[in-house]
């Protein structure tokens, strides 16, 4: 055992894990790599992502494609294919739809109510998830009226709500609020109490006082699951507004699904739908991605 | 940085008349009774102590984060009442934050502090490179490997330029050779910066590599069982841990661990009713064996 050795050994490798760093210095080639080497190494990087991409556009023509089929020859197997618009047809007026002002207002109008619900939402479920997780009074105070509160379901609301408020508007904009006040609420709640006790303690100790505990630790910490709950409040924020529109609206997308079927257009029925669908899906496309602006630690 | 380089010596801790003991549903459970102990200004001291004896107890009274039952802790005759930046701490479990980047983790005391960015930036980037750490100053914690979490701990920790700084069994996740490491730059840098440490460990080669004193705890409730001083020269180097000086201290220890190890054991062995076991312990027998 030669001591010398050991010692030199032990002090050199300092240097060297710093550098043996996560990103693996891949050793530079003398030359730049070609345009065909750089897109195969891209290709076989990203080669799960494409499959997957592959794979979902030809389900999606599979899809549209046994509709197409069950409603051409209106096939009758338990459910009756004899009324339901052909994908051309829904296609068809969709090209219509676009240029006509009122379905566009149909669908800002609709927007416009998730916007100002779902927001409403966010800016009184977060902190208040936040402050209940943080003091247990007012943990006390709330949470057995929203238990009780939660699983009535927004559309059970709607005769209250307009009773509640004095126009229509304001009555669907409650409904759109409560149906994502509680996920909103209870995610962040959980997202408190699952926060290490250890990084308190630590940030304690690097003399942080309780507002910048709050700020620093407690809801940083919750991020990941308050957004959880902005993902799920979204959902149920077009579930309820869809819902509150077919029963008492005069306007938006819901009430144009619904009035499509009254007026016996049924392409536009399933126009009405598949514009729920994407602007649902869009919507929470936005919270993902404000998510990972937000969360920067936690995309890889 | 200067700044904790030249800082008069102090951070003189003193644990007297301690005992603490938690609530639980049979009745009061004693972790820690009867217990002195003290730190001298720039000394480094480690305890050591079976498993379960209080070790972690009496460390987190010493940082504030639990009172005692009886007796006072005080760091430079003050007593200790809460956490402070003055009592800087290390962990375990790494406990970075995992939404601040490296450097942004260790500004964060300074930050506390109110510290213009500028300066406590300045200042965070000096210390990372002094850990060899300035080229991860961008990443997120999860990104690095154990041994770099936890030197990013203990340049956190230091930052703010604490009194004392106080870790509880800091390299204990870590594998053997990253643990090597790590105890040469701990001491490598408690040597720069004359700082009190109070360090927890079960590791007895660590205890004695580092210290200029050990103290060996009982099994619970825990009080202190011996004070080993460790006469070992400064600077220290991983090759010291082959000299027979070094073999003496260790063997010594050993035996007063093992003798309290074996009594924990005992306890819970004669909890679970194997009485014949429990005689042979006590009688000796058994631990030659071990
Ligand atoms: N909150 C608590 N309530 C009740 N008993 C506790 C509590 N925390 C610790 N104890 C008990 O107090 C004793 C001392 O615990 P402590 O964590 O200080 O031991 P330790 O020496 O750090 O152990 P280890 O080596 O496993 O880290 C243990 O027997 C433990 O079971
Ligand atoms: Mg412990």
Redesign the interface.
Known sequence: ?S??A??RH??D???A???A??APAVTPPATPPSFGTFALRWYRLNRAGLRAIAIGIISLLAFLLVWHLLTTYRVVFFVRFTNVPSPLAVYASFTKAIHDPKFLMHILLSCRRILMGFSLAAIVGVPLGLIMGRFKLVHEIIFPVAEVLRPIPAIAWVPMAIMLWPTNEQSIVFITFLGSFFPILVNTLHGMTLV?P??V?????????ER?IFR??YF??S?PHIFTGLTVGMGVAWVSLIAAEMISGQYGIGYFTWEAYSLVQYADIALGMIAIGVLGLGSSLLIRGAGQLV???RSR | MNEILTKAPQGHIEVRNFSLSYDSIEGPVQAVTDTQIHVKPGEFVSIVGPSGCGKSTLLNAVAGFLKPTTGVVTVDGEPVNGPSAERGMVFQQYSLFPWKTVRENVEFGLKMRGMPRSQRERAARTLLGLAGLEAFEKHYPDKLSGGMKQRVGIVRALATGPKVLLLDEPFGALDAQTRVIMQQILTNMWQRLKISVLFVTHDIDEAIFLSDRVYCMTARPGSIKAEIPIPLERPRQQAMMMSSEFLALRRGLMSLIREESLKAMGGEISDMGLQGLNIELHGHSLADVI
């Not at chain 1, 303690?201 to 006082?209: E, I, K, M, S």
Request: glycine share 6%; proline share 14%; aromatic share 2%.
């Open positions: 055992m001591s010398p050991l010692v032990s002090e490798s300092m240097p894990i710093a550098e760093g996560p290490d250890v990084l303690r630590a940030a304690q100790c690097l003399g942080a006082r910048s620093e630790v940083p910490a991020l969360m920067p630690w």
